[in-house]
C-alpha cells in the first residue's frame, strides 16, 4: 500500500526459509519502514550452514561474522561497492594479473560482456584489519549489467558454475512469497487497527502454512511428487 496515498500503510514479511525442506524456520511481520537487515538470523546461529539473502542484506561485518562461526554464505552484492581487488581469475581458473591492485569500479567496462570473473576483494576500514572475501562477478546480457556474487566458500571446492548454482536456490524464497501473497488471501484489509490487521495477516500465514505442511505430509506417504503451489491454489476453494 506504500504506493498510493489513498492506502499508504504497509508491512513487510521477514521470512528464514529451509531450502532443503521448503519450511520456513522463522516469520516476522513489521513495519515496511523497517530494515530488512534487523530481521536476519544471528550469525551464531548459522555454524554449519550455508546462508543466502539478496542485495538488501549485504552486511560486511555481518558477514565476517557468519564466517568467524565457521558458517557460510552466499549473498548477492550490490553494483555500488567499489573494493579493490587482491586477486583474480577467470571462469577456468586463469590468473588476470591485469586486475590486481585496481579498484572493483574501474575494470567493469573492460569486462562488459566477458564471462564470470572469480575475484577476493578487500574493504580497507580505517584503521581495522582490511575486509576480505570472495566475489563472483557475472555479466547480465538481459540487463546489460553485473551481479556480484559475495561468498566465504573454498574457490578449491566451489567454482564459479557452482556457486552461481546454488544461489539459484534462494528463488525459493520468492516463490513462497508468491504462494502467499496471491492464494493465502494476504489483500489490503478493511481496517484502522492494528491489532486486527496483525491478527489477520497472521491467521493468513498460519492456514499457508498448514497447507504447505499437508503437501509435504502428502507427498511423504504417497512417495508421489506434490507442488506446493497447486496445493495453496486449490486451498482458495475451500
Not at 504497509?10 to 516469520?27: F, K, M, N, R
Not at 542484506?57 to 562461526?69: E, G, P
Not at 534462494?170 to 492494528?194: I, M
Request: proline share 4%; glycine share 6%; charged share 20%.
Amino acid at each position: 500500500g506504500r504506493f498510493y496515498t489513498s492506502n499508504a500503510a504497509a508491512v513487510e514479511l521477514h521470512v528464514s526459509l529451509d531450502v532443503l525442506t521448503g519450511v520456513p524456520l522463522e516469520v516476522a511481520v513489521s513495519p515496511d519502514t523497517d530494515s530488512e537487515r534487523a530481521h536476519q538470523p544471528e550469525a551464531e546461529t548459522l555454524t554449519g550452514c550455508l546462508f543466502m539473502a539478496d542485495r538488501g542484506y549485504f552486511d560486511k561485518t555481518r558477514l565476517c561474522a557468519i564466517d568467524q562461526h565457521r558458517g557460510a554464505f552466499i549473498v548477492r552484492a550490490p553494483v555500488s561497492i567499489n573494493p579493490r581487488i587482491v586477486e583474480a581469475y577467470d571462469a577456468e581458473g586463469t590468473p588476470l594479473p591485469a586486475l590486481l591492485g585496481r579498484k572493483l569500479k574501474t575494470v567493469r567496462y573492460a569486462l562488459w560482456g566477458a564471462g564470470p570473473v572469480d575475484l577476493t576483494v578487500e574493504w580497507q576500514d580505517g584503521r581495522k584489519a582490511p575486509i576480505r572475501m570472495r566475489l563472483i562477478m557475472t555479466y547480465n546480457p538481459r540487463h546489460f549489467g553485473f551481479q556480484y556474487l559475495a561468498t566465504n566458500l573454498d574457490r578449491s571446492r566451489y567454482d564459479t558454475l557452482a556457486i552461481r548454482e546454488a544461489y539459484r536456490l534462494r528463488w525459493q524464497v520468492e516463490l513462497l512469497f508468491k504462494e502467499w501473497k496471491s492464494y493465502a488471501n494476504l489483500h489490503a484489509f478493511n481496517t484502522g487497527k492494528r491489532a486486527i490487521a496483525e491478527g489477520l495477516i497472521w491467521a493468513s500465514l498460519t492456514a499457508a502454512a498448514l497447507n504447505r505442511y499437508m503437501a509435504h505430509a502428502t507427498q511423504r506417504i504417497t512417495t508421489l511428487e506434490i507442488s506446493t503451489q497447486r496445493a495453496a491454489l486449490s486451498a482458495v476453494h475451500f
